[in-house]
């Protein structure tokens, strides 16, 4: 599976990478946080990234995939500890200033006791950052794209992920002691990000989801999917969109 899973943790890395490193830069640097818990890091890819901006910063990134550390690794950046481990409530005693969870929270079985650990690995006046993926149509008419999500929200709801999970974590960190909240959503799109890593992300999550669910995700819908990722991204008269949320 790591060898699709790489692939499209790059893909997303071009497309969501310069927002994301953006809002963290500026949140690291405003508030001088100098010690960070990534979780969920992956190939750890993004975080490598982000550490060439904050070199002062002490980072430690997890991950469940011991071949994604292991990838992780390979890297020899001494400002980066990685850590094939889970996070939830045994996880260390040390206290971070910054916790970032990006595209993790979405898949936890239980985000509240997610959240709620968070707060207690924080140190006094700490910071919680945490990207997702938000899962909607944008309204846009197409057939094909509006199949792509509607195809997306039931692989969701199947693997009990939250495909709507930016919606309700403002309140969520409220209830579990967060202040000083903020979110935003961000619109991500070939005429923002480039139709090339735009349309790329489309057909690797594609080749992706046909993989962890064949019988919603046919090779029928993945070539029609593609054919339209070729003919789509030399058009002008639609966009298909997607979103983030930062909060």
Not at 101 to 127: M, P, Y
Request: hydrophobic share 35%.
């Amino acid at each position: 599976m790591n060898k699709i899973i790489i692939p499209i943790l790059k893909a997303q890395n071009s497309v969501y990478g310069p927002q994301d490193l953006s809002f963290l830069t500026t949140l690291i640097k405003k508030y001088h946080i100098r010690n960070i818990l990534d979780i969920g890091t992956g190939d750890g890819g993004f975080i490598l990234e982000l550490a060439k901006q904050i070199p002062e910063t002490k980072i430690t990134a997890i991950d469940g995939s011991e071949e994604l550390i292991g990838h992780a690794k390979k890297s020899k950046n001494k400002s980066v500890l990685f850590d094939c481990r889970f996070f939830d409530k045994t996880f260390l005693t040390k206290e971070f200033d910054l916790i970032i969870a990006r595209f993790a929270l979405e898949h936890s079985k239980n985000v509240d006791d997610f959240i709620n650990t968070c707060f207690q690995k924080l140190c006094s006046g700490g910071h919680f950052a945490v990207i997702e993926y938000y899962v909607d149509d944008g309204n846009i008419s197409d057939p094909v794209w509006k199949e792509f999500r509607k195809r997306e929200i039931s692989l969701y709801k199947k693997n009990k992920a939250h495909p709507h999970l930016g919606m309700t974590l403002p309140l969520s960190l409220r209830q579990h002691g967060f202040k000083n909240i903020s979110s935003s959503f961000l619109q991500i799109s070939s005429s923002t990000v480039g139709a090339e890593p735009f349309y790329n992300l489309i057909k690797i999550s594609g080749q992706l989801y046909s993989q962890i669910d064949p019988l919603n995700w046919p090779k029928s819908f993945i070539n029609k999917l593609n054919k339209w990722c070729v003919s789509t991204s030399k058009r002008y008269d639609t966009e298909p969109m997607l979103f983030l949320t930062h909060t």
